[in-house]
């Protein structure tokens, strides 16, 4: 089944830095990539996702890059604010298996600090 | 998006009892999953939610443990059944939205077995 390994576990980075979060897959079928952002104390959230026929998608101060050669995608967060910090999860959607199922990467706790 | 409600919201529960969780959408949705984190942790997949039919179980989750129901296209329960301390954790229902490939998750419900 689908592997995905996310790096860092966790990130600080000072108000108004960029944060780049990375993650790999190992199912070259996947075609799908969301990206959620979770709270403490709250559900995950999506706040972007790919899909496999783009290679780059920008929604105001995020977006993401995928490589499909790769087989690596990254989240990208300019001018950090503080209500940025939270952990944010990449996921992989592999069409083999049931179609919709998603697989999750580890988590990177985001800290911005001011 | 779909809304998605589940109820229990929060709940302290004794080692060896069952517990049900609800997961009401607003419109009928093909796919229902459930998932579960564990504290810390990331998520994952414990089923997909059939409806019509016995859900299908991820690796490492059997039926006896969490018996799942799907009534309709709207509506599924999770039963934790025989609960330990290990079963502590925030289990999520989710959705596939209408354009077949956004999965958005349900408010979540916070158990804590003691």
């Known amino acids: 089944g689908e592997n995905v390994e996310q790096h860092p576990s966790t990130l600080s980075v000072q108000e108004g830095d960029s944060a780049v979060i990375k993650c790999t897959y190992s199912d070259s079928a996947s075609n799908y990539f969301p990206w959620y952002k979770q709270e403490l104390g709250k559900r995950p959230q999506l706040i972007i996702d790919?899909?496999?026929?783009?290679g780059e998608k920008k929604d105001q101060r995020i977006a993401v890059t995928l490589n499909k050669t790769a087989k690596h995608f990254s989240l990208h967060i300019t001018e950090t604010q503080p209500e940025d910090s939270a952990v944010y999860f990449c996921?992989?959607?592999?069409?083999?298996?049931?179609?919709?199922?998603?697989?999750f990467g580890t988590g990177t706790q985001l800290k911005v600090e001011l | 998006s779909a809304v998605i409600s589940q109820k229990p919201s929060r709940d302290i529960c004794q080692r060896g009892t069952s517990l049900t969780i609800q997961c009401q959408v607003d419109?009928?949705?093909?796919?229902m999953f459930w998932y579960r984190q564990q504290p810390g942790q990331s998520l994952t997949l414990i089923a997909t939610a059939n409806q019509g039919s016995e859900a299908t179980y991820e690796s490492g989750f059997v039926i006896d443990k969490f018996p799942i129901s799907r009534p309709n296209l709207t509506f599924s329960t999770l039963t934790v059944s025989n609960m330990s301390p290990e079963d502590s954790s925030i289990y999520l229902c989710s959705v596939v939205a209408g354009d077949g490939n956004t999965i958005y998750f349900g408010e979540g419900s916070w158990l804590t077995v003691v």
């Open positions: 419109s009928q949705v093909t796919m």
């Open positions: 996921a992989a959607r592999a069409p083999t298996g049931g179609g919709n199922k998603l697989t």
């Open positions: 790919i899909r496999s026929n783009v």
